[in-house]
């Protein structure tokens, strides 16, 4: 079985920060990609950040600048620093994984900005 738990999720006030970790256990292997998304009611789940293997990243142009994201492979952990967090980023953030083709979800941690 594989797991992802999430860890950081919260209520901040606009232009707080927040950092989102993600821990990945169980039967692992040669992981292709980790990130994050993000839903809100009514909309489609978004890609926010992620890392592919070798390193390259991509952002949703709505957080670039603002979010940055890591990952130690070694502890097959990815994280997500949250900065000048603004109330449109409120939403259900959840870990993503990429791994022999299959794509694993963790259950989402909830980011709540408002003053």
């Known amino acids: 079985q594989v797991q992802l738990v999430e860890s950081g999720g919260g209520l901040v006030q606009p232009g707080g920060s927040l950092r989102l970790s993600c821990a990945a256990s169980?039967?692992?292997?040669?992981?292709?990609?980790m990130g994050w998304y993000r839903q809100v009611p009514g909309k489609a789940r978004e890609l926010v950040a992620r890392?592919?293997?070798?390193?390259?990243?991509n952002y949703a142009d709505s957080v670039k600048g603002r979010f940055t994201i890591s990952r130690d492979a070694a502890k097959n952990t990815v994280a997500l620093q949250m900065n000048s967090l603004k109330p449109e980023d409120t939403a259900v953030y959840y870990c993503?994984?990429?791994?022999?083709?299959?794509?694993?979800w963790g259950k989402g941690t909830l980011v709540t900005v408002s003053s």
């Open positions: 890392i592919i293997s070798g390193g390259r990243t």
């Open positions: 169980g039967r692992l292997g040669s992981i292709a990609a």
């Open positions: 993503h994984m990429r791994m022999w083709d299959m794509d694993y």
